[in-house]
């Protein structure tokens, strides 16, 4: 395993006695895309403006590249670039000054502001003033404006929010090409696992301020793998029959369900029922998508899905 | 810190501050063009000492701009980040909190300061117009002109906090446009209302308050940097 480049220690915040962010171990490895998912309201961008320094802890601490943000953090947020929900900008500014008012902050070498537009495709736009940019072009400009410093480790708060499809696109395909690329480490936040799905290597998720699952995305989706569930007379004797088959049975009073079963498998647990006079009224596949196992696990705070073994 | 002003001076492009600062004094000497338009030979007769009394007439209007200018542009400043939520891009940079206030305070400082040069050279200006001759009292009109800067220290200080810390901006505006309206009218008011400081009482000596607007205004300021230190940035 990658070296951990990001370390959470029950970090809590605390606001007016309410916890919004409860008791959080993040662990986020060095090449990671980290996906931050939770619902809206869940404490995803309070922990990230903790991170950030942005907010004092109520409690808990936090490690950045192995050091404490509370004791060095003006040397951990010079190895870090950040986009925190909607884009910050000086409207009057064209897109190059912004970057150049940010870049004096930084002090970043001037010619890295060419190389952070280009990286974006803004260098076309760069001398108009940001008024006049799109949403989407407000948005990569955020994301040019996080990669000033050549940063080690990016953390992006809901960078898609509010854009078109083919911006999002644009912005995922961005995002995917960092660690490769360019060797940074990614915290995206989202509240739509759909989106995570498809650049994150490893996801947290994150509900009512409570960190309930932390792991491979490789894992979660083995979660929404489809069970097969049979309705048979007699369920308990035919979960037993088919434990002693070696079968993985799970299920309630009225059905019996295997997981993880091909073809013939299905076939062959049948006719073992059947061969014990277990009448088989019906057989049928659910299956589960990332999306409602996500709901599951942000509804009831624990795991419902099927393949909780897995 | 260096770094922090010279990203407050590229962000102020384009923005109508240096317009604000010219009117300012352009605002004060003109009500004295206006005094003196309409009662030109009354003022002549009534006081000999033409210099003085020009002094002390746009001496009454002084402070009131000089309110209404810290308030406003130290708004406007702090705007510029409340706006599009910038603070929390700056702030997630590594900056110190410190210097990005400090900053703040320091380009205002800068504005009222030219405005205050300009104030001097309006005086000047409009003596000579007024066919009071070359030999002006330079040194009481330089007097005039910076030593309300001076005593007003802790007005500017207090202004930038709130305009920093608040993000609706209605509260240090309307502290503002009180002080201002105040000061005309705060001559009897107690010695501890920093209001009345840039009023340079005549008859008393204004070294006082000049002192005492500097230190105080430099202790607002710490104060004001320590309280932005512990914030939570929305």
């Given at each position: 395993m990658n070296e951990?480049?990001l370390?959470t220690?029950?970090?809590?915040?605390?606001f007016?006695?309410?916890?919004?962010?409860?008791?959080?171990?993040?662990?986020?490895?060095?090449g990671?895309?980290?996906?931050?998912?939770?619902?809206?309201?869940?404490g995803?961008?309070?922990?990230?403006?903790?991170?950030?320094?942005?907010?004092?802890?109520?409690?808990?601490?936090?490690?950045?590249?192995?050091?404490?943000?509370?004791?060095?953090?003006?040397?951990?947020?010079?190895r870090?670039?950040?986009?925190?929900?909607?884009?910050?900008?000086?409207?009057?500014l064209?897109?190059?000054?912004n970057?150049?008012?940010?870049?004096l902050?930084?002090?970043a070498?001037?010619?890295?502001?060419?190389?952070?537009l280009?990286?974006?495709?803004?260098?076309?736009?760069a001398?108009?003033?940001?008024?006049?940019?799109?949403l989407?072009m407000?948005?990569?400009?955020?994301?040019?404006a996080?990669?000033?410093?050549?940063p080690?480790?990016?953390i992006?708060?809901?960078?898609?929010?509010?854009?078109?499809?083919?911006g999002?696109q644009?912005?995922r395909?961005?995002?995917?090409t960092?660690?490769k690329?360019?060797?940074i480490?990614v915290?995206?936040?989202?509240?739509?696992?759909s989106?995570?799905?498809?650049?994150?290597?490893?996801?947290?998720?994150i509900?009512?301020?409570?960190?309930?699952?932390?792991d491979?995305?490789?894992r979660?989706?083995?979660?929404?793998l489809?069970?097969?569930?049979?309705?048979?007379?007699?369920?308990v004797?035919?979960?037993?029959?088919?434990?002693?088959?070696?079968?993985?049975?799970?299920?309630?009073?009225?059905?019996?369900?295997?997981?993880?079963?091909?073809d013939?498998?299905v076939?062959?647990?049948?006719?073992?029922?059947?061969e014990?006079?277990i009448p088989v009224?019906?057989?049928?596949?659910r299956?589960?998508?990332?999306?409602?196992?996500?709901?599951d696990?942000?509804?009831?705070?624990?795991?419902?899905?099927?393949?909780?073994?897995? | 810190?260096?770094?922090?002003?010279?990203a407050e001076?590229?962000?102020?492009?384009?923005?109508?501050?240096?317009?604000?600062?010219f009117?300012?004094?352009?605002?004060?000497?003109?009500?004295?063009?206006v005094?003196?338009?309409?009662?030109?030979d009354?003022?002549?007769?009534?006081?000999?000492?033409?210099w003085?009394?020009?002094?002390?007439?746009?001496?009454m209007?002084?402070?009131s701009?000089?309110?209404?200018?810290?308030?406003?542009?130290?708004?406007?400043?702090?705007?510029?980040?409340?706006?599009?939520?910038s603070?929390?891009?700056i702030l997630?940079l590594p900056?110190k909190?410190?210097?990005?206030?400090?900053?703040?305070?320091?380009?205002?400082?800068?504005?009222i300061?030219?405005?205050?040069?300009?104030?001097?050279?309006?005086?000047?200006?409009?003596g000579?117009?007024?066919g009071?001759?070359?030999?002006a009292?330079?040194?009481?009109i330089?007097?005039?002109?910076?030593?309300?800067?001076?005593?007003?220290?802790?007005?500017?200080?207090?202004q930038i906090?709130?305009?920093?810390?608040?993000?609706?901006?209605?509260?240090p505006?309307?502290?503002?446009?009180?002080?201002?309206?105040?000061a005309?009218?705060?001559?009897?008011?107690p010695?501890?209302?920093?209001?009345?400081?840039?009023?340079?009482?005549?008859?008393?000596?204004?070294?006082?308050?000049?002192?005492?607007?500097?230190?105080?205004?430099?202790?607002?300021?710490?104060?004001?940097?320590?309280?932005?230190?512990?914030?939570?940035?929305?």
């Amino acid at each position: 395993m990658n070296e951990i480049i990001l370390q959470t220690n029950q970090l809590t915040k605390t606001f007016k006695k309410q916890k919004a962010v409860n008791a959080v171990d993040l662990k986020v490895y060095q090449g990671d895309i980290y996906g931050f998912l939770g619902p809206n309201g869940a404490g995803k961008t309070t922990t990230i403006r903790m991170l950030l320094g942005l907010m004092k802890p109520s409690g808990g601490d936090i490690k950045i590249f192995n050091q404490s943000l509370k004791n060095h953090q003006l040397e951990i947020l010079k190895r870090m670039g950040s986009l925190v929900e909607s884009p910050s900008y000086y409207e009057h500014l064209t897109g190059r000054e912004n970057l150049e008012a940010l870049r004096l902050l930084l002090q970043a070498p001037k010619a890295r502001i060419d190389e952070v537009l280009n990286i974006v495709r803004l260098t076309q736009d760069a001398d108009r003033a940001v008024k006049q940019y799109s949403l989407g072009m407000k948005q990569r400009l955020g994301i040019a404006a996080s990669l000033l410093g050549n940063p080690e480790l990016l953390i992006l708060d809901e960078p898609t929010n509010g854009l078109d499809p083919s911006g999002i696109q644009e912005i995922r395909e961005l995002i995917k090409t960092m660690p490769k690329k360019y060797g940074i480490t990614v915290i995206i936040s989202s509240h739509l696992l759909s989106e995570m799905e498809q650049m994150a290597t490893r996801v947290g998720i994150i509900s009512k301020g409570k960190l309930i699952y932390q792991d491979s995305i490789h894992r979660l989706k083995n979660k929404a793998l489809p069970q097969v569930a049979l309705r048979t007379g007699q369920v308990v004797k035919a979960k037993s029959i088919l434990q002693s088959a070696g079968f993985e049975v799970g299920g309630d009073s009225t059905f019996v369900t295997l997981e993880n079963v091909s073809d013939r498998e299905v076939a062959k647990a049948v006719s073992l029922l059947v061969e014990q006079h277990i009448p088989v009224y019906r057989i049928e596949e659910r299956s589960h998508s990332l999306e409602d196992i996500f709901l599951d696990l942000t509804k009831g705070g624990e795991l419902h899905a099927p393949g909780t073994a897995s | 810190m260096l770094q922090a002003l010279q990203a407050e001076r590229l962000k102020i492009k384009r923005k109508w501050f240096w317009f604000l600062v010219f009117l300012g004094p352009f605002g004060v000497i003109a009500l004295q063009v206006v005094n003196y338009g309409v009662r030109y030979d009354w003022i002549m007769r009534t006081y000999p000492d033409e210099w003085g009394r020009l002094i002390q007439f746009t001496n009454m209007f002084v402070a009131s701009a000089l309110f209404l200018g810290m308030a406003i542009l130290a708004s406007q400043l702090a705007s510029l980040e409340h706006k599009q939520g910038s603070w929390k891009q700056i702030l997630a940079l590594p900056v110190k909190r410190k210097d990005v206030f400090v900053a703040k305070f320091i380009v205002l400082t800068f504005m009222i300061f030219v405005s205050s040069v300009l104030l001097f050279i309006g005086t000047i200006l409009l003596g000579v117009g007024l066919g009071f001759g070359w030999d002006a009292p330079f040194l009481a009109i330089a007097e005039n002109s910076f030593y309300p800067m001076l005593a007003g220290l802790p007005v500017l200080a207090l202004q930038i906090w709130l305009s920093i810390v608040q993000t609706n901006q209605s509260v240090p505006l309307s502290i503002g446009i009180f002080g201002a309206v105040f000061a005309t009218y705060s001559h009897n008011a107690p010695n501890w209302i920093i209001w009345q400081w840039p009023l340079l009482f005549p008859g008393k000596d204004p070294l006082p308050f000049v002192g005492m607007g500097i230190v105080v205004g430099l202790v607002i300021l710490m104060i004001g940097v320590v309280d932005f230190q512990r914030r939570d940035i929305a």
